[in-house]
């Protein structure tokens, strides 16, 4: 009976780890440090990975469609002060990881909006990209923050017109382990998610920016979860570890399609617990 | 009862005059001009606020003062807080944000360099003629 039990248990975990693992996937903009009052530039890593799994990730060529075309970032927006503009055409085209993935470099500078003090918002998003395991198209509208001089300028705005959206209401580039982080996912008309699913992961090691590669040994256990918003599409979450945590709303966009598949169009957010 | 409401209306007066620090970023456009931005760490706007030049020791003459210094110039931001100034042609200076008493923030000037010095003349020269900064702050700001 306790040998029956056993491999049952072991089908139940084999599959809930395939399960999970299957909605990791993180689009990821990553500078080193979201406070960059002192620089001149501030230099991006954009890619499509498994974070929570460290060097150990599963990466992805970003924008890869069903016939293995990359299609690559179909907007990079930088908002600040209100004001949004398109910076794809100064995405620079790299190869990331073991599998050398399609992924780029982003600089923020002078050339793209970088003058001032405040908050620089940036959204990503991506062509769809085709999951072979779960025949599916992904999307993910992503958001990351960085702050100049501790002015508050766009942090708790809507920024990404049209899309799923995470809005914090915590501000994303002081966030502390061990402090509360809240957030509110809205659809592409803005609007609440009820009850959205979202997937948490902990960006679970260090980023090699010159070699476009993880490097160093998995940081923590406690790495990935599974929470969900309320009735009004606000959730909660305390990070454990300091650095970047991803929070991915599955589906947040609504019921899409695209190329006769289903799409997934997820709204993802990044914030630096320090 | 009164009283004790009265008490809780004076706490949250005083949290809330504590709870917005002043900020002050300046950035050297390297063109004889210096950026400078304030803010409030509550997101308030700093549109409007006042920003000076001072120097960088004490005072003692006739001329206007700021806490004891000597003003080199003085002027506001616009209304998204902040603004472009011609750099004063002195060694050493201060940038001051003057959002009242217990809201002023000093940051270091920053220098003419030589590079830009045939810059910072045209600048000068642009003024006097759009007669934008008045003849008492260009006087320090030439300093010959």
Redesign the interface.
Known sequence: MKKLNLKRMTILVGSLVISSSSFAHFQMMYTPNSNV?EQKEVPFKVMFTHPADGMEAHDMSIGKDIDGKIKGMKEFLVVH?GKSKNYASFLKEVKFGPHQVTAYDFILDKTTSF????DWGIVAVPYPYYEGSEDIYIQQITKVFVN??????DW?NRIAEGYPEIIPTVNPTNTWVGGLFNGKVVDCEGKAVENAEIEVEYLNAEVDMEDSKFVGLPKTEKAASLIYADDNGYFSFVPTSKGYWGFAALGAGGEKGYRGKELSQDAVLWIEAK | MKKSLMLVFALVISIMTFAHTPLLMVEDNEDGTVYAEGGFSNGASAGGIEILFVEDKPYKGLEATFEGKKIIYKGKLDEEGATDIIKPNVVSYQIVFNAGPGHIVYKSGIRISISERSDWKEKLEEIKEEKSISEKWLKNIENK
């Open positions: 009052t002060k003058r001032g003090g405040g100049k001089a501790e002015i508050i300028t708790s």
